[in-house]
Nanobody, 122 residues
Framework: QVQLEESGGGLVQAGDSLRLSCASSGRTFYTNCMGWFRQAPGKERESVAVVSDDSTYYADSVKGRFTISRDNAKNTVYLQMNSLKPEDTGVYYC?????????????????WGQGTQVTVSS
């Protein structure tokens, strides 16, 4: 079984930065896609940033402010969030595909973490 665990969320003010981390544990698995998703209150979950073996994809709303990175050896993914805005508030989930997935920006994603809360006050 594969577990993903997020950390690094919190309450910050607009303009601040946060760095989220997602570590995997359990059985060893291969994945070429890892990503961060978020769900704001009353809204559907949306893709924030995903990373494949050689590419990254960002939602338009976070381009230039967020940076996704990964440690392939550890199946760990990070999200550096700068210039945070109140509209970035939500629960952030990390996810990974099981095996090779051709289009990381669409998935499907098979493994999900429990989520970490990010709250940005104005």
């Amino acid at each position: 079984q594969v577990q993903l665990e997020e950390s690094g969320g919190g309450l910050v003010q607009a303009g601040d930065s946060l760095r989220l981390s997602c570590a995997s544990s359990g059985r060893t698995f291969y994945t070429n896609c890892m990503g961060w998703f978020r769900q704001a209150p009353g809204k559907e979950r949306e893709s924030v940033a995903v990373v494949s073996d050689d590419s990254t994809y960002y939602a338009d709303s976070v381009k230039g402010r967020f940076t996704i990175s990964r440690d392939n050896a550890k199946n760990t993914v990070y999200l550096q969030m700068n210039s945070l805005k109140p509209e970035d508030t939500g629960v952030y989930y990390c996810a990974a595909t099981n095996g090779y997935t051709r289009y990381c920006n669409t998935g499907p994603y098979d493994y999900w973490g429990q989520g970490t809360q990010v709250t940005v006050s104005s």
